[in-house]
């Protein structure tokens, strides 16, 4: 592990007020909403007051939640006590920016809809609200019910920022990242208290060489160098405890049968999420025999995971109680992490430190060879997810296969016989299908997503697959295109096999807006 680097105050002045103020709302962060409420958050959520688990996590409270949770408890028990009029005196919504509905004007090319749907999408929030967490900078949602700066999905918003020449908005979001990195030392999934105890897919270092091709590849990689050093020390955390571990594995770092390291997904609770606090519990009742806060382990690891479900976490791929995420090694978390650990040895060649390039390219070379031994299945001819308690392949078989072809990691030979399965099993008529089971799920059959068709197309590229690339690209501009002229909007997911082409399944309803499929649609018509 690299030498512990010393954050230096930024030179821009209005993120040095922010991070050297001792009173300012910036830098007081409240627990999440279930621990501060207590029964009350309890009981809001099993009594399902709201249709949708995510509204009473985000709302904000008139007063001090330790106050309204103490009226609550004398409260509860008159008979005529209301559970949701209590509620609304005590909590109100805040939409930060733009909270009027966005209206598409078809007559424009959709192209024009996306520039568009950008500023609608910029939110502003210096002021902790409730679980919102405060950031200096303006920042892009997705959109929907996810009105925060997520992690994984800003890399693909980025990407379609930059096609529309927004830099100045990719820099404020990347502003955001060094913002938390300083202050929680690592990037959680989106800037709210429940999200704080887990990460997503760490994109970050992809984030840092997007905005490197407008500033200048020397000054900032140089400039971002001491971040992308904190997730990997996140990531990387507790490697020093494997060997009392039971199946070497502690936090998100796994120690292998043969002394290799890889990583999987986690979470630091082991309780209900918040935001989905009855779909765990009944997911819980659900799975006779097994240990509850187990079980919540699992599921909120395949949060961090940014498959919140799918197949590929569960024994029985119909069955989420049969979910088992932290025992897996998930092969695309570990290429991502490879390349991390690729451009932080390309940052200090770049910088004239060759000692530590030569250090952390060693690093990503372990790492290669490893996910070459344990994620390659020669049966399946597919790069596939480790059971590393079983010491076997998970069986699943899904489009995290891309991810070797993306980071560079695959033989010829294996990104042909890829290319090859994803042609016969996974190409439908409208893209890329995310699994090849069916159980309802949204990270599963039939439906498509637009960070994984990008990932795809510019995998296959790097080995010449190119006929195939320009055939799921144009299969998933149709399908996009179809939505958007029969229903004047962008959505979250879509069904690449029906015929109606929106997306379904899951714990909420299909989401508009929507920030990735804005950026991966952006970045693909440019090209077309």
């Not at 999905?153 to 990347?174: N, P, T």
């Not at 971002?224 to 990997?232: C, D, F, G, R, T």
Request: proline fraction near 5%; glycine fraction near 6%; include cysteine.
């Amino acid at each position: 592990m690299a030498r512990r680097i010393k954050f230096k105050l930024p030179r821009d002045e209005k993120l040095k007020s922010a991070l050297v103020s001792t009173t300012g709302s910036l830098l007081r962060v409240d627990k999440s909403p279930d621990e501060e409420l207590g029964s009350l958050f309890d009981a809001v959520q099993t009594q399902q007051v709201y249709d949708d688990g995510k509204t009473f996590t985000d709302l904000v409270p008139r007063g001090r939640m330790k106050a309204i949770q103490k009226e609550y408890m004398l409260a509860k028990d008159d008979p005529n006590f209301d559970l949701r009029e209590f509620v609304n005196r005590h909590f109100y919504e805040f939409t930060p920016h733009k909270a009027h509905e966005f209206k598409a004007d078809t007559s424009r090319p959709v192209s024009e809809h996306i520039h568009l749907l950008w500023k609608h999408l910029e939110k502003r929030n210096r002021l902790n609200r409730g679980s919102l967490i405060a950031l200096p900078y303006p920042y892009v949602v997705p959109g929907g019910r996810f009105a925060e700066q997520f992690y994984w999905d800003s890399y693909f918003i980025m990407r379609g920022l930059a096609v529309h020449r927004q830099w100045k908005m990719v820099e404020y979001m990347m502003k955001n990242y060094a913002f938390m990195i300083r202050k929680f030392g690592y990037i959680p999934t989106a800037n709210r208290t429940y999200f704080l105890s887990r990460s997503q897919p760490p994109f970050f270092s992809h984030m840092v060489k997007l905005l490197a091709s407008h500033n200048g590849r020397t000054r900032t990689l140089a400039e971002y160098l001491p971040y992308m050093l904190a997730e990997y020390r996140f990531w990387m955390k507790g490697r020093l405890k494997l060997f009392k571990m039971e199946h070497k594995a502690y936090l998100r770092i796994v120690q292998m049968p043969n002394g290799m390291f890889l990583n999987r997904y986690y979470d630091n609770k082991m309780t209900p999420r918040p935001e989905s606090l009855t779909e765990d519990k009944v997911t819980a009742k659900k799975a006779h025999g097994r240990d509850a806060d187990r079980l919540y382990l699992h599921l909120r690891a395949a949060a961090e995971s940014g498959w919140d479900f799918s197949s590929r976490w569960f024994s029985d791929p119909h069955d989420i109680s049969s979910i088992h995420t932290a025992d897996i090694i998930p092969v695309d978390l570990n290429c991502l992490l490879y390349q991390l650990e690729q451009t932080i040895a390309e940052t200090y060649r770049v910088i004239k430190n060759p000692l530590l390039a030569r250090k952390f390219q060693a690093k990503a070379e372990q790492r290669e060879k490893a996910i070459q031994t344990y994620c390659w299945d020669p049966k399946e001819q597919f790069f596939v997810d480790y059971n590393f308690h079983h010491e076997k392949p998970t069986g699943q078989l899904t489009l995290a296969a891309v991810f070797p072809l993306y980071a560079r990691i695959a033989t010829k030979e294996q990104a042909d016989a890829v290319a090859k399965k994803l042609q016969n099993d996974f190409l439908k008529k409208g893209g890329l299908v995310s699994s090849l089971v069916d159980n309802g799920e949204q990270w599963d059959a039939p439906n498509g997503w637009a960070p994984l068709q990008l990932i795809a197309i510019e995998g296959l590229r790097h080995y010449g697959h190119h006929e195939l690339a320009n055939e799921i690209k144009h299969r998933w501009i149709r399908l996009n295109m179809k939505v958007y002229t029969k229903h004047h909007k962008l959505v979250e997911k879509y069904d690449v096999v029906g015929e109606h082409g929106l997306g379904g399944g899951g714990e909420y309803p299909l989401q508009d807006g929507f920030g990735w499929t804005n950026g991966v649609l952006a970045v693909l018509l440019a090209e077309h």
